[in-house]
């Protein structure tokens, strides 16, 4: 049994990211072994190596060539052997240039570059800029609500506010007509909370979970997607959708790019928001030197990503034997990265157990790096920028009611409520 410590159970982040240990692992073994034990229903694996330095994490984020995404895909948990050629559509799960091993064994026509381009085409900063009115009337419309009913000055961010401020942005970028919207919604959690007891796994005829990404499980997406791109086709609109259904992909292509913007585009801010609002209500005497201006929005943004990175791990497999930070790594060896950890790294940031922001540079990892960076990030910033600003005029104080309810994930920083309070009539704003 190790003495290091275990980053790998989904449960022990319901009470956040686990900084002590990831501090100790940076120190002792910054490419830990990590048993990868059956938990919450889920299968034993083989166990992975966990790499918690931000230099090491960007290595291993730049190098497809050693560290694969399309060898085992980029979740922890191994998918279904039958599964992975399905799973490999996705350009998530694909490298620049196909393995080696693979070339000879598949003629794979899904190839990232092409595909990045196609939807780099769609995703612009221009399009995603065009939409930054209807974001703030959105922002404002959902935190005035909040303010206002909010009961003995209470409300619950997270299903007043963010949940549908992220969902409802991305269905208008992407084009999803109103009366559809909820369908991205449950797609997405269904996807991305299936390690949290609060939402039961389907279960296959032995009795095991189905991996919530497998073809069973995403036909009705799919499906959706199809009929959403032919109505696109002839009813075109300045959105992405209409843009990938007017683009050369394939059908199974689009499909995957509908579940990639749906899943990570919602639950990026979905996550983030509420993260970066328990810091700030943890930190007031930094709230109040970001409505002073002795920090910027956007260097504010940047740094509520590094302090609350929406997604916590990603993982690659080794193409090839290696070394990374003095340990061996064997071809075929899961190699996962922890990115809260790299934003914690103090061989990178001064004092990262403090939110400054006003921090610059900040190279923090929680969009990625090297060529499955995220192709939203624009969009997120734009989103959490124009939130944080009406925030600051629509609720000038606000506290933590209790504490936040965390989703029990290894792969997503989730919060599924926050509760704020705001400060009563003639007590003025406090932070």
Same mark, same amino acid.
């Given at each position: 049994m190790s003495d290091l410590p275990d980053v790998f159970d989904p449960r022990r982040y319901a009470a956040g990211p686990p900084h002590d240990d990831y501090r100790e692992l940076r120190e002792r073994h910054p490419v830990a072994w990590q048993e990868e034990y059956e938990v919450l229903g889920w299968p034993a694996g083989p166990g992975f190596w966990a790499v918690t330095r931000h230099a090491d994490v960007v290595r291993v984020l730049k190098d497809p060539v050693t560290y694969s995404s399309t060898l085992g895909a980029t979740q922890i948990r191994d998918p279904d052997p039958d599964?992975?050629?399905?799973?490999?559509?996705?350009?998530?799960?694909?490298? *620049?240039? *196909?393995?080696?091993?693979?070339r000879s064994s598949r003629g794979d026509p899904y190839q990232h570059g092409r595909l990045r381009r196609l939807v780099s085409?769609?995703?612009t900063p221009g399009r995603t800029d065009r939409f930054e009115a209807a974001v703030r009337a959105r922002a404002r419309t959902l935190l005035g609500a909040a303010r206002d009913g909010a009961e003995g000055g209470v409300f619950d961010l997270v299903t007043e506010v963010t949940d549908d401020y992220a969902l409802l942005n991305l269905a208008d970028l992407l084009g999803v007509p109103g009366g559809d919207r909820g369908l991205l919604l449950e797609w997405t959690e269904r996807v991305i909370g299936y390690q949290d007891p609060d939402e039961p796994p389907v279960l296959g005829p032995d009795g095991r979970p189905v991996n919530p990404r497998s073809p069973a499980m995403l036909r009705?997406? +799919?499906?959706?997607?199809?009929?959403l791109a032919a109505y696109k086709r002839r009813e075109p609109a300045d959105d992405i959708m209409t843009?990938?259904?007017?683009?050369?992909?394939?059908?199974?292509?689009?499909?995957? +790019? +509908? +579940?990639?913007?749906t899943v990570a585009g919602n639950d990026t801010v979905r996550s983030a928001a509420p993260g970066g609002f328990l810091a700030l209500a943890e930190h *007031?005497?930094?709230?109040?030197?970001?409505?002073?201006?002795?920090?910027?929005?956007?260097?504010?943004?940047?740094?509520?990503?590094?302090?609350? *990175?929406?997604?916590?791990?990603?993982?690659?497999?080794?193409a090839r034997d290696t070394v990374l930070a003095g340990q061996r790594v064997r071809a075929g060896d899961k190699v996962v990265v922890f990115h809260a950890s790299a934003n914690h790294d103090e061989r990178v940031f001064t004092r990262p157990e403090e939110l400054d922001l006003a921090r610059t540079p900040n190279p923090h990892v929680s969009f990625g790096d090297g060529p499955h960076v995220c192709l939203g990030a624009h969009f997120a910033r734009l989103q959490l920028r124009v939130l944080h600003e009406e925030a600051l005029r629509l609720l000038p104080g606000y506290e933590l009611a209790g504490p936040p309810r965390r989703l029990v994930s290894n792969f997503i920083n989730g919060i599924k409520s926050l509760p704020l309070r705001l400060p009563g009539p003639g007590s003025g704003p406090r932070g």
């Open positions: 599964d992975l050629p399905f799973i490999r559509r996705m350009m998530l799960n694909q490298d *620049p240039s *196909p393995s080696s091993q693979l085409r769609a995703f009705e997406m +799919f499906a959706y997607a199809q009929e843009s990938l259904a007017h683009s050369e992909l394939a059908d199974a292509e689009l499909e995957m +790019f +509908f +579940f990639l913007l *007031p005497g930094q709230r109040r030197a970001l409505r002073e201006g002795e920090a910027s929005l956007d260097t504010a943004v940047d740094e509520l990503l590094r302090w609350h *990175p929406p997604v916590l791990t990603f993982r690659r497999t080794a």
